[in-house]
T-cell receptor
């Protein structure tokens, strides 16, 4: 039943490791996003994909690489993890058009030690 | 530089009081949305406003979009402890570029 699902919910890893976070939506939405929420709860857009095509790529380190194998999936791979990457990462999706809001996943809390 | 300024950042009130949260920008939005986020969860959409001057009501919550589509407010009447949470405004600049305010953390004490 879950509309936007992310895995894992929690991820604890050491500096220098490579990790992936998966996201899937079953809403038929055209656009998917990755957001990073810092300790002060500020949500910052990282990437946006529309029908598997990258349309927004904010200034994030190139250690972060999104992959969209199909319209329903948008995964986030992070290389060489750093302490500053610790945050909550949210996947979201929405239909096209100004009238529609996001449906968010429940987040992945990444802790780099 | 944040595109959306949200105020206040923190708000602690007693049950039954009214409150207003503001969201301001120098840019014009295609639409503006309000979300509520609880600990350990993703933000949940409350409302989308599209037309300048638009007012929408959701039970005790009233949302207003400024005439120039640059600002918005959220008013809660007779707040209840269940209203406690992080309230986020988000503005849509292009069809797919949504930017969030820093949030207002509301605590309603019984």
């Amino acid at each position: 039943d879950t509309a936007v699902s992310q895995t894992p919910k929690y991820l604890v890893t050491q500096m220098g490791n490579d990790k992936s976070i998966k996201c899937e939506q079953n809403l038929g939405h055209d656009t998917m996003y990755w957001y990073k929420q810092d300790s002060k709860k500020f949500l910052k857009i990282m990437f946006s994909y529309n029908n598997k095509e990258l349309i927004i790529n904010e200034t994030v380190p190139n250690r972060f690489s999104p992959k969209s194998p199909d319209k329903a999936h948008l995964n986030l791979h992070i290389n060489s993890l750093e302490l500053g990457d610790s945050a909550v990462y949210f996947c979201a999706s929405r239909p096209g058009g100004a009238n529609y809001g996001y449906t968010f996943g429940s987040g992945t809390r990444l802790t780099v030690v | 530089t944040q595109l959306l300024e949200q105020s206040p950042q923190f708000l602690s009130i007693q049950e039954g009081e009214n409150l207003t949260v503001y969201c301001n920008s120098s840019s014009v939005f295609s639409s503006l949305q309000w979300y509520r986020q609880e600990p350990g969860e993703g933000p949940v959409l409350l409302v989308t406003v599209v037309t300048g001057g638009e007012v929408k009501k959701l039970k005790r919550l009233t949302f207003q979009f400024g005439d120039a589509r640059k600002d918005s407010s959220l008013h809660i009447t007779a707040a209840q402890p269940g209203d406690t949470g992080l309230y986020l405004c988000a503005g849509l600049y292009n069809n797919n570029d949504m930017r969030f305010g820093a949030g207002t953390r509301l605590t309603v004490k019984p």
